[in-house]
């Protein structure tokens, strides 16, 4: 989907985007219990932040992988798969013997995906219709969930991140890529990250500069039990 205004990829400077606030009357009535987050929520523009040629040049997902500890015969969720340049590399990496779930909340996105992992005969792969505050994944069946230039699009981080967590298995991790940056210019700032993972009981597990993948990546595990929906302390938008 490509909205009027452009992507800051191709226009950095541009910063003066009309981004809808979370937590407006129209929040979806799955989401209520939880609080609204104090942020913006970027919109969708576009299903890639570059093309698949650009990013394979840099080794973009080879290097995520490597840093994430990918390996063969896991399961693993690639949340937001858009035109799924994860989710073919992610099938390739984990092999015949793991699992590839791929997800996102467009019924079109997730059509044209469908093409494309029968097109190319991906057989590990599966396809999962999501929903803005609920990535609906199966419990306790995922060694690395990504989140690849998408966390900046999540309107409902709370609601989202507090129902990801009975999908990983023990061990399992949550991996974010995203840019430093306002949620606004379509990037997360590192320190609201934290926070927001923070506050449904994730921890930092490390952080790496990911320059050839446009920003930083993030791994998180979960360290504390998760909080009553009412008890979520909302992070301050910095």
């Not at 973009?60 to 949340?79: L, S, W």
């Not at 590399?89 to 996105?109: F, H, M, N, Y």
């Not at 840019?179 to 990037?187: E, K, L, T």
Request: glycine share 6%; aromatic share 6%.
């Amino acid at each position: 989907m490509i909205s009027t205004c452009l992507a800051v990829a191709v226009l950095p400077w541009l910063a003066g985007c009309d981004v809808p606030l979370a937590g407006g009357e129209d929040r979806v009535e799955s989401a209520q219990m939880f609080p609204a987050a104090d942020r913006p929520v970027a919109a969708a523009e576009s299903t890639n932040w570059s093309t698949e040629e650009v990013r394979d040049r840099v080794n973009e997902a080879e290097e995520v992988m490597n840093a994430a500890e990918v390996k063969t015969g896991m399961t693993v969720a690639d949340i937001g798969a858009g035109d799924g340049y994860y989710t073919v590399r992610l099938a390739v990496r984990v092999g015949a013997e793991g699992r590839v779930l791929a997800q996102d909340i467009s019924p079109e996105l997730i059509e044209r995906l469908a093409d494309r992992v029968a097109r190319e005969r991906l057989d590990n792969v599966s396809l999962k219709l999501g929903a803005e505050d609920d990535p609906r994944l199966p419990e306790n069946s995922f060694d690395r969930i990504f989140m690849v230039h998408m966390y900046h699009e999540i309107a409902e981080p709370y609601a989202f991140l507090w129902r990801l967590r009975a999908a990983l298995r023990d061990g399992g991790q949550v991996i974010v890529v995203d840019a430093d940056r306002p949620v606004a210019q379509h990037g997360t700032p590192f320190r609201l990250l934290v926070c927001e993972m923070e506050a449904v009981g994730y921890k930092l597990m490390s952080y790496k500069d990911k320059q050839q993948a446009g920003g930083y990546m993030a791994r998180f595990v979960p360290a504390a039990p998760l909080p009553a929906p009412e008890n979520i302390q909302v992070c301050v938008n910095p």
